[in-house]
């Protein structure tokens, strides 16, 4: 096994935590406790995650700590035959981090990650920034780490890289995923494309209406018309059907 790639079947186990977490497990949740709205799905499938994480990972070679940025509770896997930590996150939140990286006045969690443990990944481009941007809270670096990797314990001096896995999603669907490497411009230095590793079959949760009477399931949402209102209707299809009559007839 190469000791610089995710084996296999742990990049499986990822790669399926995700999907369930993002698929059946936020759809049944929102079918068992019958939400009406969606408002807090693209927050609440990341508990959803770190549940599967924790549970499909633990037993194997994988260390599975919680780690936290202000009020932000995420998880960091430290998969041991590589030595490498894994953290996830959305294509879109990606981007936005890397188009406002030299704005940031402080670090967020993956500018110190990737400072920490990839400041020796080579960049991509043969040509390196002159003056690379600093954040005001860089000369804490060594401090916020161990913050951050505090439930690693001393697992964190053993760690030799950082691996970003990021995804994205349609609906209820997982489109695509993969891991990179960046450097700590967030380049990416190296990239593994994980979309076969997605499983392919059909939701086995059913959507379901328990009350067929309630009004959000009729048409006119349970309203009442008043005179006016029935009258203005009858007059719109008088309207309708005398149009239909004449383009018949033309």
Known sequence: MDNNQIPDNIAKLMVQAVQSAVGDDIHEDIA???????????????????????????TQECSVCRASRGPWEMLVVLEESTRFIVTFMREKRFSDLVKSQNKRNKMHYLDMLTLYFNR??????????????EFSDEDRLDEQIQLLLK????????????????????????????????????EIAVEENWNPYIFRQESVIVETIENTDSPSNIPNRGLKLKGRAIEKRKKNLKRKQDVDENKYNA
């Open 120 to 133: 020796d990944v080579p960049s991509p481009y043969s040509q390196l920034s002159i003056f690379p941007h």
């Open 151 to 186: 439930d690693l314990r001393g697992d964190s001096e053993i760690v030799r890289n950082h691996i970003l896995v990021l995804f994205d999603t349609v609906g209820f669907e997982l489109t695509s995923i993969r891991m990179v490497m960046l450097t700590p411009s967030l």
């Open 32 to 58: 068992v406790n019958r939400l009406p709205t969606k408002n807090s799905v693209p927050s609440r499938i990341w508990d959803f995650i770190n549940r599967n994480l924790i549970e499909s990972l633990q």
